[in-house]
């Protein structure tokens, strides 16, 4: 199994903050995945990617394949990025493994 | 589009009961999936549908059954609920296995007394 670990567990920051999530695992993937849960329980996707950087908004995703190692950004943070950030792998069968998910706050 | 619902959003069962947990996309894609989370933990696979007509076992699956009813709708059955099986459990699908974009259903809250 994948081990997927994440950094920090959770993360306090003032609004307007540069943000880094940062995400390791263990074994060679095919894709890495972030995902945002609100409170409230729903779970969004927010980029998949295998290698390099993708920009969305705010919200940058890089991975470094060969330290098997990705960060997610958030650029000027704002209270409604407040949620938890899940990484998660996938090989080439059809699981994901999760990480325990990074708890942001971020206060006005 | 309804993306991907369930049914119920909350359930408290107690122990010994069956109960299933309905899932069903609107976005025509191939593969399903459930998953349960747990304070402290990751989510984890219970079972994943890769294809109409083909269910598999996934990280958890003891004490689960499952059901892809048709490409639509994907079913997870308690058959002997256990206090153990308290999650909140997730349906998720995606066009493909493994290398989509999974969306992910609203969840169900379920308690096991």
């Known amino acids: 199994k994948n081990e997927v670990e994440q950094s920090p567990q959770n993360l306090t920051a003032q609004e307007g903050e540069f943000i880094t999530i940062n995400c390791s695992y263990s074994v060679g993937i095919s894709a890495l995945h972030w995902l945002q849960q609100h409170p409230g329980g729903g779970i969004v996707s927010l980029f998949m990617?295998?290698?390099g950087k993708k920009k969305h908004g705010r919200l940058i995703a890089t991975i470094n394949i060969q330290e098997k190692h990705s960060s997610l950004h958030i650029t000027a943070s704002h209270p409604r990025d407040s949620a938890v950030y899940i990484c998660?792998?996938?090989?080439?069968?059809?699981?994901?493994?999760f990480g325990k998910g990074t708890s942001l706050l971020v206060t006005p | 589009n309804a993306g991907v619902t369930q049914t119920p959003k909350f359930q408290v069962l107690k122990t010994g009961q069956s109960m299933t947990l309905q899932c069903a996309q609107d976005?025509?894609?191939?593969?399903m999936y459930w998953y349960r989370q747990d304070p402290g933990m990751g989510l984890r696979l219970i079972y994943y549908?890769?294809?109409?007509?083909?269910?598999d076992k996934g990280e958890v699956p003891n004490g689960y059954n499952v059901s892809r009813l048709n490409k639509r709708e994907f079913s997870l059955r308690l058959e002997s609920a256990a206090p153990s099986q308290t999650s909140v459990y997730f349906c998720?699908?995606?066009?493909?296995?493994?290398?989509?974009?999974?969306?992910f259903g609203p969840g169900t809250r379920l308690t096991v007394l």
């Open positions: 990617l295998s290698s």
């Open positions: 998720a699908s995606s066009e493909s296995p493994s290398l989509d974009t999974q969306y």
């Open positions: 549908s890769a294809s109409e007509g083909t269910t």
């Open positions: 998660a792998v996938s090989n080439s069968g059809y699981a994901l493994n």
């Open positions: 976005m025509n894609h191939n593969s």
